[in-house]
């Protein structure tokens, strides 16, 4: 379990046995990585001006501001419920790491003035990673 206790406070479950790997973007707070190689992170960073939420991931999280992979595809992207009723978005997103096809599944809200996202990069595993993606819930 992950808990954040600073505003906006939050947690989230993650699979037994992943490791901490080094931060990587501006507004990560964790990095870790699954053993089966999954990557995910958790960010909060201020709300992009002139974003709705159901744009985040679309027109900003998708455009790809660090310039690491810049030919996201957006799959899906609907609106949820998390557990704890906040308003959110599960977005699925594909795209190309130096020619290899990755999935991300990112679930993004909009709390406290910040926006919270946890994204979770893998290449086989689409399945299980979006479960601990969703598990997002404020304090």
Not at 50 to 74: C, H, M, R, S, W
Not at 99 to 123: E, R
């Amino acid at each position: 379990l992950f808990t954040r206790e600073a505003s906006p406070a939050f947690k989230f479950k993650y699979p037994i046995g992943c490791k901490k790997i080094p931060i990587r973007y501006p507004g990560q707070i964790m990095r870790m990585k699954t053993s089966d190689d999954v990557i995910f992170a958790a960010s909060v960073i201020d709300i992009p001006e002139g974003i709705k939420l159901e744009d985040f991931a679309p027109k900003y999280y998708a455009q790809d501001p660090t310039g690491v992979a810049p030919n996201f595809k957006v799959v899906s992207n609907i609106e949820i419920a998390l557990k704890c009723g906040t308003k959110a978005y599960q977005t699925k997103l594909t795209y190309l790491w130096y020619n290899f096809p990755v999935t991300t599944f990112l679930v993004s809200a909009y709390k406290d003035g910040k926006c919270i996202f946890i994204a979770a990069h893998t290449w086989t595993y689409l399945i299980e990673v979006e479960p601990f993606v969703k598990s997002l819930t404020f304090e």
